[in-house]
């Protein structure tokens, strides 16, 4: 009887141990990202007013701002989610329900895992070598999109494939067996069942890609820059301009590290002002990409 | 598409006289006797070989299924009754390595429903199928009923027309009626298994599969399904899949027993489970194995 509760008591003990391994192993990340955050929010809070989000970068750190850079970021943004959603999505749907198994696709879907872990810088000198030289793209808007396009290319279609593999077989048959075409069971059931995920995947990819300097480096992006790009909007006949793809351009972060490299300490602190507006950014798009996969998984639940 | 049309055509007018003079040849070979009371064959079995890659999952099956009638398949796990039942909306073509032999012949119109040549996507809209779990989409109560319709492009008014009759032949509408709009997830199993009946009836298919169709639900919603068959025969002829016995006994008029791939005894469900001609089949019945 004693030895028994010796036993218990032992393993009692261990969980316990593991208990307290476990909290201290969480807390490192959470202290470490609090420290951080706080540590941008005491150095760039100050700096974040209207005018620096209004202002071109200067030679004077108290005149500069970052309008010329986060301007950079929406458009670059804008044209890779134009870029890699539609060719991922597509290329998701066709590898999970078009496509036969057999060693081709099996060889492609490997090298879409990989293509995922290949370094960021890569992807600049490929697109330095096929967008800018071959292509003529220049080093510009279109190109900077189109190389965090192709970067964030695999992690699209991988979530893709993930959140079309939550839905049921039993939904696929029953949507065959009222007599579907593939066609009619993707756009009808599989794209707007799935839609939660890889909205959510999309989401994480561009949150990736808002943050990249090293491909766009590459590319030959401006790291100081004071002048916007033309209007895509114009008061003439058609209206619409596509001119702004084609005109240089400068992001968030790479005018921090521009900014981070001077010896001048004031720029530090613009830097961390920069440094703000981007993890801004980024949370609240992780912030909606929680909100839709929410509200879908209230909707749906297999 | 339009061959369905007109073979559904066919069928309310003139078809049925002719229906009744073909007689089942696998019928007449079990059990003479009971033939001659025989209605029309619905769809014929022939010679039906399956294969999922190397393994035989069908062998030589010979059944002919009479007209509005229920025809139950029953038989131990594995024995391909099942595979058997998925032939017939040709759904194993989904699946890669899945090879069919024979013919399966639909009635009146003649045309081979396993032939390579035939249009699986038109079968599935002539055949409705049923499945194992209620498998309702994620869509409102009335987006489901319609979603057949709407493959077919019908108007708005002829898919809320058809729609309301389906939901009433599936004994539903007055549980739904004030509530289309509604998920139809927020329905229960038993409503949930009605809803896909009602889904596969509102394009009036000339057949209706059942794959198991009260496994996973409770006694109560397992005896409104098993009432709505009963009703169901005379618009419609009804093949289902069961592993209860009593199940089969209760709802079918013919019952098809098969074991390891292959039939082992066709004949009318009373004479089956009162006394079956073969050995096995009683061991089975029986509960002897299984």
Not at chain 1, 74 to 79: A, P, S
Not at chain 1, 147 to 165: G, H, M, N, S
Not at chain 1, 243 to 251: A, G, K, R
């Amino acid at each position: 009887m004693s030895d028994f509760r010796r036993i218990i008591a032992k393993r009692k003990r261990q969980d316990f141990v593991f208990n307290i391994v476990g909290i201290v192993c969480t807390l490192v990340g959470i202290v470490t990202l609090g420290a951080l955050l706080f540590n941008l929010l005491s150095d760039g809070l100050a700096r974040l007013d209207w005018t620096f989000l209004t202002s071109f970068p200067s030679r004077f750190a108290a005149r500069a701002g970052i309008l010329s850079s986060w301007v950079g970021t929406l458009l670059i943004m804008f044209v890779t989610a134009c870029a890699a959603v539609p060719l991922g999505v597509a290329a998701g749907v066709y590898l999970e329900e078009y496509a036969r198994r057999n060693w081709v696709t099996n060889l492609i879907e490997i090298n879409i895992a990989n293509l995922a872990g290949v370094p960021s810088i890569i992807y600049g000198l490929m697109a330095l070598g096929l967008l800018v030289y071959q292509f003529r793209l220049g080093q510009s808007i279109l190109t900077g999109g189109l190389t965090l396009a192709f970067l964030i290319l695999p992690i699209v279609i991988v979530a893709t494939r993930e959140a079309l593999r939550t839905i049921p077989q039993g939904i696929r048959e029953a949507a065959y067996a009222l007599g579907s075409t593939k066609w009619q069971v993707v756009r009808h059931h599989l794209l707007p069942y799935s839609v939660g995920g890889t909205m959510t995947g999309i989401i994480i990819a561009l949150s990736r890609a808002i943050g990249e300097t090293a491909p766009l480096i590459t590319i030959g992006a401006l790291t100081f820059i004071a002048f916007l790009p033309p209007s895509p909007v114009k008061s003439a006949p058609p209206f619409v301009s596509s001119e702004w793809l084609f005109s240089p351009f400068s992001v968030l972060p790479i005018q921090m590290f521009n900014w981070v490299s001077r010896p001048d300490q004031d720029f530090v602190v613009n830097a961390a002002g920069a440094g703000l507006v981007l993890i801004i950014v980024t949370l609240s798009l992780n912030a909606v990409a929680i909100l839709i996969r929410y509200r879908v998984r209230k909707r749906i639940k297999w | 598409m339009a061959e369905a049309k007109m073979d559904r055509q066919d069928r309310t007018r003139g078809g049925r006289a002719e229906e009744r003079t073909r007689t089942p040849v696998a019928v007449q070979q079990s059990d003479a006797r009971v033939a001659a009371s025989h209605p029309a064959t619905k769809a014929e079995v022939q010679s039906l070989n399956f294969f999922y890659g190397k393994l035989q999952a069908l062998k030589d099956i010979n059944i002919a299924f009479p007209s509005n009638r229920v025809t139950a398949i029953i038989g131990p796990s594995g024995c391909g009754k099942s595979t058997l039942l998925r032939c017939f909306n040709r759904i194993h073509d989904l699946y890669p390595d899945t090879r069919y032999e024979g013919r399966i012949t639909l009635q009146p119109s003649g045309v081979n429903i396993i032939d390579p040549a035939t249009d699986p996507v038109e079968m599935r809209m002539r055949i409705g199928m049923v499945f194992q779990k209620p498998n309702a989409f994620p869509k409102s109560i009335f987006e489901n009923v319609a979603f057949g319709l709407r493959l077919l492009g019908e108007k708005r008014s002829v898919i809320e027309e058809k729609a309301e009759r389906a939901l009433r032949s599936a004994a539903l509408w007055d549980e739904v009626k004030d509530r289309l709009k509604e998920s139809a997830y927020a329905l229960s199993g038993g409503q949930q298994q009605r809803l896909c009946i009602a889904r596969a009836l509102a394009t009036d298919p000339e057949m209706l599969l059942f794959d198991e169709p009260t496994s996973a639900l409770d006694p109560i919603a397992t005896a409104r399904i098993e009432e709505l068959i009963l009703t169901l025969k005379e618009q419609v002829t009804i093949i289902i899949v069961t592993h209860n016995m009593q199940q089969a006994a209760r709802v079918s008029d013919d019952t098809a027993f098969l074991y390891l791939g292959e039939l082992v005894e066709f004949s009318r469900t009373t004479k089956m489970f009162e006394n079956p001609s073969n050995k096995l089949t009683e061991e089975y019945i029986t509960g002897h194995f299984g």
